[in-house]
């Protein structure tokens, strides 16, 4: 049984377009039910779902999108 979990990546949002392709990548991931953005002091995108590969997801946003992407958090989501 996987865990449901949530997962914030920060990752700077310069532009709409950035915005769309960090959503694209996001949502093709297996596992991912859910994608949103908060913007803060600090932007980020914040995933849910069941067995996402969060260091993979990350990666694969810093190759595509923004060398930047870093990983803050894994945790289980209520």
Known sequence: MTMRQRIEIEVPLHCGGCKKKIMSIC?????????????????????????????????????KVNKYAELISVAKDT
Do not use: H
Request: charged share 30%; hydrophobic share 35%.
């Open 27 to 63: 949502t093709t991931a297996d596992g991912v039910c859910s994608v949103s953005f908060e913007r803060g002091g600090k932007d980020k995108v914040v995933i849910k779902g069941e067995g996402v590969d969060a260091a993979g997801l990350t990666a694969c946003l810093r190759k």
